[in-house]
């Protein structure tokens, strides 16, 4: 076997089992037609159709995938835990900040876009009962919270289609 | 298919350094990974406690006094205004949040 | 060439599959690690003691001193009256709800002559005691799940002009509702 041809063996034994690169049906002539003309191998040549495509891909499918974690993210922070929780809050120290007789305008314009997106009627998203706010965005029962002052307070929403909640300190109880 | 007379399966045994690199390589890559998250996840957790309402006159270090009290001292000052002094060095002892 | 020598989709890639599972796996692990972060970020909850101990402070000194001068049915001329046994339904507070099992407040005033501001004339405790021991563990550091405690003080004067000072400490625990258990 020429000099040529040993190296040739060499090289083709060096090759992993799971290359890509799979040299088959050819001849020795045949292969040593990509030889490079001092007789080293350059076998990277003719790979550019398989790296574009695998590689466009794997960019896309990855892109994908954060596109659809960061819309989770996003969900989360509108989501109606969070608002609730902030509504019921700010009602409830509104209450104890105010005296009688008071009427309060809230903007809650997210609120009832959420629960118009979840059945839930106007009327419906805050409740006063006692001492005690809920506020109700989704059809999982609310988030509660109480305030210390014995006021006699009624929240009911404005009228449409401006998306305010009206809070009124009657009087002491 | 291309043979070659000194050839023989197990030179293939003998050269797998090139996995073994990549293999190494993942395994130093996952770690780093789950290390990067594990420091955001704590990170995540330092912010949600700055989840705090706060007001000026409530925070450690700020002594500023409520508008509602400083009114009533002024109301208060107004009518007897007499020991200003001792009344001023009370109140400041007196208030902690 | 006779035969094609390149593959466009190569026969034997059984370890580019093997690296492709590994690569998912790799995905799911940082899915995950987002899905941590979002959850201990949107599940720990607003802490509003702050303001609402602030307000129930000064709610309590809207009701002791109005105008400057203190409410003649806690002292009149010098002398502390009874009435100041009903001192919640005076100022319009209610401590208890049905949201929670115990008081969530706890409150103390303390009126003290100018000329003797370390024995008070009159003093009133309303709410839950037991909460009162979390105060002296924050002196120096507020500890969160502790409940938050807030003492504020003003000047003012009877009706007979005669000067006080009137201390407030208010306690406000509500730990579920503002702290991540």
Redesign the interface.
């Known amino acids: 076997m020429k000099r040529g041809d040993k190296e040739f063996c060499e090289f083709a034994q060096s090759f992993q089992p799971n290359s890509r690169l799979r040299l088959h049906n050819t001849d020795l002539n045949s292969a040593k037609s990509l030889a490079h003309p001092n007789g080293k191998f350059f076998y990277l040549r003719n790979r550019r159709g398989t790296i574009l495509v695998e590689n466009v891909i794997f960019i896309v499918l990855n892109l994908l995938f954060l596109a659809i974690l960061l819309l989770f993210i996003y969900r989360q922070g509108n989501g109606a835990v969070v608002l609730e929780q902030s509504y019921a809050k700010n009602i409830a120290l509104l209450i104890d900040s105010s005296r009688p007789v008071m009427e309060m305008k809230l903007n809650m314009e997210d609120a009832f876009n959420l629960a118009e997106k979840n059945g839930i009627k106007p009327e419906d998203i805050v409740k006063i009962n006692g001492n005690i706010i809920t506020v109700k965005l989704s059809n999982s029962g609310g988030y509660q919270y109480s305030f210390f002052t014995n006021y006699d307070v009624t929240a009911y929403p404005d009228v449409s289609p401006n998306k305010n909640y009206i809070i009124k300190i009657n009087g002491y109880k | ?2 043979k ?4 023989n399966s197990s ?2 045994l003998k ?2 350094k ?2 073994t690199a ?1 293999t190494m390589t ?1 395994i130093i ?2 770690l780093v ?2 290390g990067i ?2 420091i ?2 704590y990170l ?2 330092l ?3 700055t ?5 000026g ?4 270090g700020l002594q500023k ?2 508008p ?3 009114e ?2 002024s ?6 205004d ?2 200003e002094n ?2 001023e060095s ?2 400041n002892q ?4 | 060439m006779k035969n094609k020598i390149f593959d466009f989709f190569p026969k034997n890639s059984r370890g580019d599959k093997i690296l492709s599972i590994y690569w998912f796996a790799i995905l799911l692990i940082v899915a995950g690690g987002i899905f941590a972060m979002v959850y201990v970020f949107y599940g720990a909850p607003y802490d509003v003691r702050q303001i609402e101990a602030r307000e129930l402070t000064n709610q309590i000194a809207n009701c002791i001193s109005y105008t400057g001068k203190i409410n003649t049915n806690l002292i009149s001329g010098g002398v502390p009256s009874l009435s100041s046994q009903n001192f919640l339904e005076q100022c319009h507070l209610i401590f208890n709800s049905s949201e929670w099992s115990d008081e969530q407040f706890y409150t103390e005033v303390y009126i003290y002559k100018l000329d003797n501001p370390d024995n008070p004339v009159l003093d009133i405790k309303k709410g839950n005691n037991n909460w009162l021991a979390g105060c002296s563990i924050q002196e120096n550091q507020t500890q969160e799940n502790l409940p938050f405690c807030l003492t504020k003080s003003f000047y003012s004067v009877d009706n007979t002009d005669n000067p006080y000072i009137i201390k407030i400490l208010s306690v406000v625990r509500k730990s579920e509702k503002n702290v991540k258990m």
Do not use: P, R
């Open positions: 298919m291309l070659c007379k000194n050839c030179n293939f050269n797998k090139a996995q990549e993942w890559a996952t990974i789950i998250l594990i955001f996840v995540s957790v912010v949600s406690k989840k705090v309402i706060g007001v006159d409530v925070q450690a006094e409520s509602v009290l400083l009533k001292t109301l208060g000052k107004i009518i007897n007499k020991n001792i009344i009370i109140l007196g208030n902690s949040g």
